[in-house]
């Protein structure tokens, strides 16, 4: 069974940049798991997904919204998928997850295609 684990720091200020990792084990990423995504959540809303990694190819997918912010990559040596976070912000404060798919989803950055869920970490953006 694979397992999912976020880890990275739970505060910084304004304007920085804020790198968080996706520790895999249980499986390989390059191997029967075709996308890694980051989702995130905050206070009071649901569930967004931020990027996205077909991890057989290298593309990567996000929402109008984050583009050229965020960044998505994956270390195939250490198992790991990671999310860069550029010129944080207050509202960039949420619960960021990486998440699994089995197959191709449709939609890269719905939640409902992904099978594989780490528990998440905090991110603050607070000065």
């Known amino acids: 069974q694979v397992q999912l684990q976020e880890s990275g720091p739970s505060l910084v200020k304004p304007s920085q940049t804020l790198s968080v990792t996706c520790t895999v084990s249980?499986?390989?990423?390059?191997?029967?798991?075709?996308?890694w995504s980051w989702f995130r959540q905050a206070p009071g809303k649901g569930r967004e997904g931020i990027s996205s990694?077909?991890?057989?190819?290298?593309?990567?997918y996000y929402p109008n919204s984050l583009k050229g912010r965020f960044t998505i990559s994956s270390d195939d040596a250490k198992n790991t998928v990671h999310l860069q976070m550029d010129n944080l912000t207050p509202e960039d404060t949420a619960v960021y997850y990486c998440?699994?798919?089995?197959?191709?989803?449709?939609?890269?950055?719905?939640?409902?295609?992904?099978?594989?869920w780490g528990q998440g970490t905090q991110v603050t953006v607070s000065s």
């Open positions: 249980g499986g390989s990423i390059t191997t029967n798991y075709y996308f």
């Open positions: 998440a699994a798919a089995l197959f191709s989803p449709s939609q890269p950055l719905a939640a409902e295609h992904y099978t594989y």
């Open positions: 990694i077909d991890i057989r190819y290298a593309n990567t």
